[in-house]
């Protein structure tokens, strides 16, 4: 059982940059893939940005692309999600999540699932 915890959400204004955090309970945290998706109020969990576990390759979901940046730490057991040029619409709660094996766009794929933390971008 992985157990993973968020941080660094909070209200920011539009156009400005905010960095959330994961850290995850295991010894083997180069082994997972780890992926941030979102929810807006009303609407289905989307995914956002997902990074392997040792090659460190990443995707990013179009609607963020060139303002989004994930990466990872594996010696903290930390991924990051640094978010610049923020915008009203990106206003969600983020979720850390992590499964085995390559890196995957579907939330179904994922094993662990952290509680969220919540960004408000205020226009």
């Known amino acids: 059982q992985v157990q993973l915890v968020e941080s660094g959400g909070g209200l920011v204004q539009a156009g400005t940059s905010l960095r959330v955090s994961c850290v995850a309970s295991t010894r083997t945290f180069s082994s997972y893939t780890m992926a941030w998706f979102r929810q807006a109020p009303g609407k289905d969990r989307t995914f956002v940005a997902t990074i392997s576990g040792r090659s460190g390759s990443t995707s990013v979901a179009d609607s963020v692309k060139g303002r989004f940046t994930i990466s990872r730490d594996n010696a903290k057991n930390t991924v990051y999600l640094q978010m610049n040029s923020l915008k009203p619409e990106d206003t969600a709660v983020y979720y850390c999540?992590?499964?085995?094996?390559?890196?995957?766009?579907?939330?179904?794929?994922?094993?662990?699932w952290g509680q969220g933390t919540q960004v408000t971008v205020s226009s």
């Open positions: 999540t992590a499964k085995y094996g390559g890196i995957s766009t579907i939330g179904a794929a994922y094993d662990y």
